[in-house]
């Protein structure tokens, strides 16, 4: 049988991303997500929910998340899903999480502080692929 593993997330960050590197030297960046959903209920009310949802990315990446991204700053993101689960330190059991890979992120919206009633809304460029360690073939975000 066929399995599938994508997730497509647009939203804000809720938080600056958090870059550390492993002992390999390979960089890693988290941030968290707030993804917005609006409906209206049968008595035709405006109803709103917020999924919270955290974000790791590897690599070149990380380095990219870490010096454009801000808390606020909506962004889309590409990935998978990944199940972590650990033993709680305090003893409580086990605990677990479902946070997203992100495999490619695009900036969205203009450049942060830049005059939005411009007709022209200017939004970073891409990192050259050859500072990303792209090929060709590949694209950066």
């Known amino acids: 049988m066929a399995s599938l593993n994508k997730v497509f997330l647009m939203g804000n960050l809720t938080r600056d991303p958090e870059l550390r590197f492993i002992d ?17 209920d049968s008595s035709g009310a405006s109803k709103e929910e917020v999924c919270f949802v955290d974000v790791t990315c590897w ?9 454009y991204l801000r ?32 495999d490619n ?10 005059d939005q009633n411009s007709a022209e809304t200017p939004v970073p460029a891409a990192a050259p692929k050859e500072a990303m360690g792209l090929g060709d073939d590949e694209i950066p975000f």
Do not use: H
Request: no cysteine; charged share 30%.
């Open 105 to 114: 992120f695009q900036f969205l919206g203009g450049r942060p502080g830049a």
């Open 71 to 102: 808390k606020g700053r909506p962004v889309f993101v590409e990935g998978r899903l990944k199940f972590d689960s650990w033993e709680a330190k305090d003893g409580g059991g086990k605990r677990s999480k479902l946070r997203v890979v992100a």
């Open 24 to 40: 390999s030297g390979t960089p890693v960046a988290e941030f968290g997500m707030a993804i917005n959903r609006n409906w209206k």
């Open 59 to 67: 690599g070149r990446r990380a380095e990219v998340a870490n010096e």
